[in-house]
């Protein structure tokens, strides 16, 4: 499995992108992160272990507590990935507006 397959695999949960959602914010403990869900805080727990195992989000001690962040390196991946469709979109944009008129009226049914 590749890193990115990792990363989509983590992504196809609703309650780990919710919690990407909310980590977009600033950093937070998993305390106050379970307590925006209707799940059990060791859910949220297993959750955030495999965002942080696809390398979507870091975790630092900060004194006594545990702080979730999004991880900028492993997102920054994934945007990556997701801009070379936007390119492809955009250079197929231009070069059918590129076309002469007559050609572009040839094509439409």
Sequence with gaps: MTYQDVSFAALGDPTRRQILLLLRK???PVGTIA???PVS???ISQHLKVLKDAHLVVVRPAGTRRLYELDSRGLAALRTFFEQFWTDAL???KTE???PTQAR???TP
């Design 26 to 28: 600033g950093p937070a």
């Design 35 to 37: 307590g925006r869900f």
């Design 41 to 43: 805080r060791p859910a």
């Design 91 to 93: 250079q197929a944009f």
């Design 97 to 99: 507006v590129e076309r």
């Design 105 to 107: 009226r040839r094509r």
